[in-house]
């Protein structure tokens, strides 16, 4: 059942469910299943993530111990190696000077070959150069190290030295510290960048050019993705009106989010855009998460939950009791509701009127005080929702030990676990105490009732 875990491509994506069908999957004679515990960390562009995870397996009443542990590989480390070189280092200069520019509202720097050969050379003579900044061993400007086949409107370098073997963290650091160098880096009219890293040295060299970019494709050559994890694993090729080719790491940090993909913003003759080809997947609102955008997306096309404006849903922002039963109301259609108003704190014109009344036919809730415009908990708010769709059973126990097994909300978050609605991120910890949040709502409300 291992080996079965092992052949799963783990992503950011991968629930703790899917293992768990996986290795429910694989398994022979009857054993059963049921996790110990279980820590998933995401991949990031610096780093990798990973899948930690303890089983217990059951047979004939003998139970032993399954260990999982699969690395989830780093985002967008697929650079190009045809016509080009670049080392990941390199490469991630070339995204963190384009996430600083993008912050400016600046256009983002796609990487050509030329620029690279001579960032390469520039980064190995400056070891032991002697002479002034920007001046080459031989004497001359750092500009002869281009080819001059490269056309160009004007260049500029940046350089950095450290004390110990460089890395695209420490270099952006310097130069963004520097005034002069981070002056370089947001410079308006640059189109192209080459970076050179070797030992103790990284270099930038910048270009501007009159010819903008006439087409561009992806490393896959197509533009349109599955999803936006599939596409961060990418980058962008673009060619020119003078034909030179250039690349882009594809992340999503510095690309703008638009109805059915994003665009990025480039000099080029057209708008550049890349297609997802499951729109619900995404989302306009800028401040969701692409994990979250399905539910979110689900619950504000079927009027459940409204965004605050056209570009954010206010996902962070704290619920209140009222709005946790005012979206449960709207997700069971509005229906009316039969029940006398006997709550002392609940007025006709609140905006949850008819939720309260609504919970009280369904036999959610009781009179009493309501307390419709106090913060709500996560344990209490996930508990409703479960309740308001028949209670259903969860396959598993739940791996949460924050709380009490004898606590109300314990079956109902036991059920969202095993349902992947939440996930144990190895501390254990559910938090039930915690405001639920506008996004956290939405996921609840969403696979609750999708």
Known sequence: MSSAAGKMNMTNTTTKAQVMEVITAAAKNGTKAEWKSFRKVD????SKGGVTAYLNLTLDGKTRELYINEVIPTLGNNRPEKGIAVSEDEWNILRLTNIERAKEGKKLLTMPAALQKATAVRARENVNNTQPAHTRPNGTSYKTAVPSSFKNTGLGENMYKCTKTVTAQLAMRGWMNSASHKANILRENYQYLGVGTYETEAVQIFASSSKKIKSYTTSTGKTTFADEEAMAGEYLICTDQAGVKSYLPLDTTYMKKVKGGYTINLNA????????KNASSTSSYTDVDAADA?????????KIMEPTSKNEFYSKAICTKGDVFNALYKANGSPTPKALNHFPDVKSTDSYYKAALWAVDKGLIEYGIFEGKYAYQRGYALYYVWQSIGAPKASQKSTFTDYKDWVFYADAVAWAESKGIIKDNGDHKFRPDDAVTRVELAKFIYYAYK
């Open 43 to 46: 991949a990031t562009y610096e």
């Open 269 to 276: 003759t057209k708008t550049v855009k890349i297609k997802i």
């Open 294 to 302: 399905k539910a979110v997306a689900w619950v504000v096309k079927n």
